[in-house]
């Protein structure tokens, strides 16, 4: 898994691209500091943002709850703010 521990500081924004459906659980950091997020939960009942967000908090080294959805609640590019 990839350590994102570096962004865990309070106020910060988090941007991200999501897939949903993927074969497994990952977090992919690109070359050009894009953080991709693969989640096998579908995109349905917020099931796969709620993946999203634990996988964050668990590559974060941070609690689950101490992370908010402030944009993207229906698109595949969300922004996470850490409280």
């Not at 898994?1 to 992919?28: E, F, K, S, W, Y």
């Not at 991709?36 to 908090?57: I, Q, Y």
């Amino acid at each position: 898994m990839t350590d994102l521990t570096h962004l865990a500081r309070g106020g910060a924004r988090i941007a991200l691209r999501v897939t949903p459906r993927a074969r497994r659980n990952a977090i992919q950091l690109d070359a050009d500091g894009t953080i991709r997020v693969h989640v096998t939960a579908p995109p349905e009942d917020g099931k796969a943002n709620a993946a999203v967000a634990a996988l964050l908090a668990k590559a974060m080294g941070v609690a689950r709850t101490r992370l908010v959805l402030v944009r993207g609640a229906t698109s595949r590019d969300k922004v996470f703010r850490l409280d």
